[in-house]
Structure formats: structure tokens, C-alpha cells
Antibody, heavy 121, light 107 residues
């Protein structure tokens, strides 16, 4: 069974940093692209970032470009999202999700349960 | 960026009735369109990919259609467990984009 478990969320002050992790199991992690999607409280889904299976290609939403960095450690079956220069509008549940293929050109299935990031002073 | 627009925002349906949800893309996304279901406090779940292919384990009462810029998700006979928010998402272009969601509630 494919499982994705996010961690690393919490309360951080504006301008601060956090590193989110997503531990994957139940599939060959190194063969699949991965993505992060966030959801602000009471709002819809917003795609944040994606990374190809080998890590050589990365993609970002304009709203996070230059502040967030996606990466992965295929030896540890773990996906990361480094969040810097955080703003109040970054407050959201952050989900990691598995892409159907290696290049990140597909749909997302399954999703983890999410980790909450709250940016507030 | 491709803007995905879903309608209606809210849909009230009686159990056993048919529900039809629409999703429009601001430019063609071919058939690179997925639908997700999200219940309160849960992560989204994939329902449909490729505009019309049901994901593994998804009941046959869910069907998707369309291509280009106009897409439809149909739930043929609503069950109690189908009351949720539904999102469409395009994966034809970067950045990936979602619609704002359609909430299907009990009438």
C-alpha cells in the first residue's frame, strides 16, 4: 500500500523558515515525480511545486518561486519542501502527492494527510 | 497560467439524484484533466484522470467527459458518501492549476 506521511509543520513568525518532509513507502520512490499542494483554511487547492523522479527538474508556482525549494532524497524515500521568507498568506495545510509518472506530467495519486503551517506573530 | 473555472460553486442534490459539475479551462488542456473529491478533514482523492478514466476503486456512478476547454463530472445517483467538494485540475501546462471547487450538499 502506498503511504505518504508529511511532517515538519508548525507555527512560525513572518519571515521565518520551515522544512517540510514527506516520507514515502509502498512504491519505488525513485521512479516517480512528486508534488506539493497546499490548502489555506477554508479555501481551495493550490499547486505549489513539483520535482521529477531523479530530482533534475523542479517546478514552482509563481507565488512561492524564489522562497520555497523542493528536493528529494531517493536513498531515504523522502520528499522535502524548504519554506523561507514565510508570509501570512502561506498559512495552509501542505499535502505531498505522488505523480503518476517520472517526469511530473500527470495527475496526483495518492495524497498524504497533510501538515499544517501557520505563519503568525 | 491556465485558469480553471468550476460551476456551480454549490450544488444541492437529493440522494439518488444526478449531479452534473462543470469545469472550464481558459485555454485548451487537451484531455489532461483530473477530478478529485475532498471530504471535510481529509486529503483529496483522485476520481478521474485523462478527463474520462476512473481511478482504481472509483464506483461506476462517477463519470467524466470533455476535452479541450469544457469538462463535466457526472455522479449518476448520489449516495450519502458523495457529499463533498469536487475539484478539477489541469496537468497539460505548468503551473498546474485547480478549479475553485464545487461543493455538493444535501438538498
Amino acid at each position: 500500500e502506498v503511504q505518504l506521511l508529511e511532517s515538519g509543520g508548525g507555527l512560525v513568525q513572518p519571515g521565518g523558515s520551515l522544512r517540510l518532509s514527506c516520507a514515502a513507502s509502498g512504491f519505488t520512490f525513485s521512479s516517480y515525480a512528486m508534488t506539493w499542494v497546499r490548502q489555506a483554511p477554508g479555501k481551495g487547492l493550490e499547486w505549489v511545486s513539483a520535482i521529477s523522479s531523479g530530482g533534475g527538474s523542479t517546478y514552482y508556482a509563481d507565488s512561492v518561486k524564489g522562497r520555497f525549494t523542493i528536493s528529494r532524497d531517493n536513498s531515504k524515500n523522502t520528499l522535502f519542501l524548504q519554506l523561507n521568507s514565510l508570509r501570512a498568506e502561506d498559512t495552509a495545510v501542505y499535502y505531498c502527492a505522488k505523480d503518476k509518472g517520472a517526469a511530473g506530467a500527470n495527475w496526483f495519486d495518492p495524497w498524504g494527510q497533510g501538515t499544517l503551517v501557520t505563519v503568525s506573530s | 497560467e491556465i485558469v480553471m473555472t468550476q460551476s456551480p460553486a454549490t450544488l444541492s442534490v437529493s440522494p439518488g439524484e444526478r449531479a452534473t459539475l462543470s469545469c472550464r479551462a481558459s485555454q485548451s488542456v487537451s484531455s489532461s484533466l483530473a477530478w478529485y473529491q475532498q471530504k471535510p478533514g481529509q486529503a483529496p482523492r483522485l476520481l478521474i484522470y485523462g478527463a474520462s478514466t476512473r481511478a482504481t476503486g472509483i464506483p461506476a456512478r462517477f463519470s467524466g467527459s470533455g476535452s479541450g476547454t469544457e469538462f463535466t463530472l457526472t455522479i449518476s445517483s448520489l449516495q450519502s458518501e458523495d457529499f463533498a467538494v469536487y475539484y478539477c485540475q489541469q496537468y497539460n501546462n505548468w503551473p498546474r492549476t485547480f478549479g475553485q471547487g464545487t461543493k455538493v450538499g444535501i438538498k
